[in-house]
Structure formats: C-alpha cells, structure tokens
C-alpha cells in the first residue's frame, strides 16, 4: 500500500479493508497542533509517555528530528519519528492508536521513514524494543531489521531487555 500525500487522491485499492470509506489516509509533518492527539496515544501505549513538551521541543527544537504522522481526515491515528545522527536514523517512537492497530498504519509509518531516511541519505536505521512486544518486533523484522544486541534491563516500568535491531539501507 502507499500512502498519499495530502493533496492527492487515494484510490480505494490503496486503503485496509477496515479502514475503507471515502475518507484518504494521508502523511504529514507533526505540528504543535497534533500534539494533544499524539500525547493521548502515548499514555495509550507506553507505561512511561513522553509529555507533550517533549514533543513540542522535538518538533520546534531538534533539527536532527523528523516526525511524521498518518491522519484520516483530520484525525491522527498514528506517528513516528526519527534522528539523524552522522548518517544513521535512530527511531525515536511509533504508535499507532489503540483500536486503529493491525489494521497496516504501522507498516505506512515504517515504509514512510524507511523512505525519508534514504532520501536523506541515512545508510542504516536502529531502534530499541521491549522483547515482549511481538507486535513491534515482527513490524520491523517485516521490514528487514534484524536482532543486533540485547540491552539488559534498558526499560522500566515494568523492567525489562531491549532488543537493539538495525537496518542496512
Ligand atoms: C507496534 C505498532 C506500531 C504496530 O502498528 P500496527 O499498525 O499495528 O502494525 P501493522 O498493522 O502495520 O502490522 C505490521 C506487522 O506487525 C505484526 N503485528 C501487528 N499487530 C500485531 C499483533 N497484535 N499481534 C501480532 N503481530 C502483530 C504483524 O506481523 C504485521 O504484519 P502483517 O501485516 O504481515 O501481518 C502498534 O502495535 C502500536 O502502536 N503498539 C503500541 C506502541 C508500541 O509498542 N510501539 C513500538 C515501540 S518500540
């Protein structure tokens, strides 16, 4: 599937089966304005959330970070973000809202940073990951990240291993 830009139309062939209707699916920038939807599917998603002043400052502030989300009209339902760091993307986040998950919002994400990492000539990509999130794990493991390392005890909240995964480009 790919995904639109805002102005484009997006073909009904193109859509999820669950997510079909006349409404396009479409990527943009985050803004301040997204914030208080993307700080709602934090505290949905994760036992430590970043605050909406994390995000803000990371928008506004950080020149190394690129964040992007996917909205069905005007409704957000899911984000990500990268650093680039020398020529290596680090993946900050990506979370898709509760209810709108396994549905393929989270392959759009990753398809999106995989390919605006390329276009700014980013040569590898890594992240970390709880080891019991299956979910997360077989995203990335779809799109060719393999298991690097383990970090032990990395997360908290409940305490648990990182699985550092990277990406060749
Ligand atoms: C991880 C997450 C972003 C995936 O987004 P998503 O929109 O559900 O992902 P997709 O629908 O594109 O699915 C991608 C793959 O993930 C796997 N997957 C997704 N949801 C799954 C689930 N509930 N159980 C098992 N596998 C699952 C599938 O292998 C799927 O591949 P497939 O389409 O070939 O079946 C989403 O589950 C989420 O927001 N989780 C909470 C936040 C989080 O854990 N973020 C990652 C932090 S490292």
């Not at 859509?15 to 993307?38: A, F, N, Q, R, S």
């Not at 989300?69 to 760091?85: D, F, H, R, S, T």
Request: charged share 30%; glycine share 6%; net charge negative.
């Amino acid at each position: 599937m790919t995904i639109k830009n805002h102005h484009e139309a997006a073909k009904d062939s193109d859509k999820p089966d669950h997510l079909e209707g006349p409404e396009e699916l479409y990527m943009v920038k985050m803004t301040e304005g997204d914030i208080p939807e993307v700080t709602a599917i934090e505290k949905a998603c994760f036992s430590t959330p970043w605050s909406g002043d994390s995000f803000k400052s990371e928008i506004t502030e950080n020149e190394k970070a690129i964040y992007l989300c996917v909205k069905k009209k005007e409704k957000l339902l899911g984000y990500a973000g990268i650093w680039k760091v020398a020529d290596e993307g680090h993946i900050m986040n990506i979370a898709v809202l509760p209810g709108f998950q396994h549905m393929g919002i989270g392959s759009l994400l990753l398809e999106n940073m995989i390919r605006t990492a390329v276009d700014s000539e980013i040569k590898s990509m890594t992240l970390e990951v709880r080891e019991s999130n299956v979910a997360a794990l077989k995203l990335y493991e779809k799109f060719g990240f393999y298991r690097a390392a383990i970090r032990k005890k990395y997360y908290e909240h409940p305490v648990e291993d990182a699985v550092i995964m990277w990406l060749d480009l």
